[in-house]
């Protein structure tokens, strides 16, 4: 069911070619003798391989989705706090700078993504071999436009207006253009979503199997029609694609907690997962460590403690502000986040140990014997919170599982289900369908291991204050969170940003971020409007492109 592409993460063809936009590698010219652009495209096989290439690029670089997109993004968020670690304090604190390794090394990953799509589309339609027809070539097509899509998505979300690129790049010079207004990449990206979602298949076999199908197309564009703010068409787009997705087999999963688990994508079983990057487990054999891994496991917790799920660095906290937005009774919470007092498994070990205790909240030591149940305990994280969400333990039952820790990953979601959902949910409110809005929300409450009443609104404003409120705690932690403040504005007749609303202005506007358990503030955010309604434009990308320009405030 799920879509895992099993990547070429070295393509077996060498493309050195594949390249970034404004990447010096680009060449003019190819040897005659070798893989290149004017010699490449055959048949299906090359086409397979160009086809999935915008992936493998955008896995194979650490800090993207190969390992720190997901945490990077939330500890920007109210969601999330991290360990006080100085390449990620810019992040935490909003004060990075246009010289922002990290800012660089995502808008660069995405045009590389981007031009890597393009020569796909570009020359999959010059293939060489005639009985390789123009049908056979539109699903490949088809999954390089939706790549396309996603990576401009994210750009024109995160950095607003962005150069659109309609062709592949060959010269280096042609990367040095003005930037694109983002209405205009909107425009664009819906196109090449349009396409991706009328021409991929319903399902993939053989050497394809794990493309993404048509499920994701479809619902990518509702995604951009949303993000447009074109609520006729997105509450149209998401109603279609809700229609292929459960023709396809997708469906909000009963157990959200096996829903979210590495067991289920191992099994194969998960049919959430809509669209996401795959993880490789086999790191030693390709190369491909890390690939994936979330840091998300008690660090600071007592060795014997560890040793129940193994060690990792605990780079993503929830913030005391998410975990006071749950509701009273809705489980996610426990799902989701380990707090002081949850059962957090049973000591495996022969030797005894002794958790101390907390002077600050009343508890005493406590000898733990092998078969004891463990319970999670103030300390184990400076947040006292650790998250239980994307992270696939490399310890069960006190015995090592055959990976390391740097080989420890789990798929991570971009989309799934009941994301769908929720779009439909939102455009029909933003469309004024409030009640319509309102059912669809209630579907993701409605989960069976989920099961909170049923809400109703009793205008606009409260539906969307509610349906807000039931994205950040349905999909809490998975690196979407940043995305909802950044493209939602006030709408509430308040003047200003989403973002600004929660956060404030200046230094510590709105201290959202405490300490769970105390009153420490955890996060010195200082935020500027409208500086930091966008990201900067990286200082690389300024000083090789004179056409370029700074995003307002930078």
Request: proline share 6%; glycine share 6%.
């Amino acid at each position: 069911m799920k879509n895992k592409l099993y990547l070429f993460i070295v393509l077996s063809l060498g493309l050195a070619f594949i390249s970034g936009c404004n990447e010096d590698e680009l060449l003019t010219k190819y040897p005659k003798d070798a893989p290149n652009a004017d010699n490449f495209f055959v048949n299906e096989t090359s086409a397979r391989q160009a086809a999935q290439s915008p992936f493998a690029i955008m896995t194979q670089i650490p800090h993207d989705f190969k390992r720190y997109w997901v945490t990077y993004l939330d500890i920007f968020s109210d969601d999330s706090y991290t360990r006080n670690v100085g390449d990620r304090l810019p992040a935490l604190n909003w004060s990075a700078d246009p010289t922002w390794y990290h800012w660089y090394s995502w808008y660069f990953c995405f045009f590389k993504g981007i031009n890597n799509a393009n020569f796909a589309i570009d020359g999959i339609p010059t293939s060489s071999d005639p009985a390789f027809t123009a049908e056979d070539q539109a699903k490949y097509i088809a999954v390089a436009k939706l790549a396309k899509g996603f990576c401009y998505l994210e750009l024109a979300t995160l950095w607003g207006d962005v150069t659109y690129f309609p062709h592949f790049l060959k010269n280096p010079d042609s990367a040095f253009v003005a930037r694109t207004p983002k209405s205009e990449v909107m425009v664009r990206l819906i196109e090449d979503l349009t396409y991706a979602a009328e021409n991929l298949p319903d399902t993939w076999t053989g050497s394809d199997e794990g493309f993404p199908t048509k499920a994701a197309g479809a619902a990518m564009l509702a995604k951009a029609y949303l993000y447009n703010r074109d609520w006729p068409n997105a509450v149209t787009a998401a109603a279609n694609a809700l229609t292929i997705a459960d023709a396809e087999g997708y469906g909000l999963m009963d157990d959200y907690v096996y829903m979210m688990s590495y067991e289920s994508q191992v099994n194969g079983d998960n049919t959430e997962f809509i669209y996401s990057f795959p993880f490789i487990l086999d790191g030693a054999t390709t190369g491909n460590h890390n690939e994936m891994q979330v840091e998300r496991l008690c660090r600071d917790a007592p060795n014997e403690v560890k040793s129940i799920y193994g060690a990792g660095w605990g780079y993503a906290l929830p913030s005391r502000d998410l975990v006071e937005a749950f509701e009273p009774g809705d489980p996610r919470r426990e799902y989701s986040i380990w707090l002081p007092g949850d059962f957090y498994g049973v000591y495996n070990q022969n030797d005894d140990f002794t958790i101390p205790g907390d002077a600050l909240h009343g508890s005493v030591d406590t000898v733990i014997h092998k078969g004891d149940n463990i319970y999670y305990k103030y300390g184990w994280s400076y947040a006292n919170t650790n998250t239980r969400k994307i992270w696939q333990p490399i310890m069960k039952d006190g015995t090592p599982l055959q990976i390391s820790d740097d080989q420890a990953g789990y798929d991570i979601p971009l989309l799934r289900y009941a994301d769908l959902v929720l779009f439909y949910a939102e455009a029909l409110i933003e469309n004024n369908q409030v009640p319509e809005g309102m059912a669809q929300l209630n579907r993701v409450r409605a989960r069976p291991s989920v099961n909170m009443p049923p809400l109703t609104a009793t205008d606009q404003m409260d539906a969307r204050k509610k349906l807000r409120h039931e994205r950040r705690i349905e999909f809490n932690m998975e690196g979407l969170r940043l995305h909802d403040l950044m493209r939602w504005t006030a709408d509430d007749g308040v003047s200003g940003s989403y973002l600004e609303q929660i956060f404030g202005s200046g230094l510590n506007g709105k201290p959202v971020l405490m300490r769970y358990g105390d009153d420490v503030t955890l996060k010195d955010q200082s935020l500027e409007y409208p500086k930091n309604l966008l990201f900067a434009i990286p200082q690389d990308e300024l000083d090789r492109n004179k056409f370029c320009t700074p995003n307002p405030g930078w």
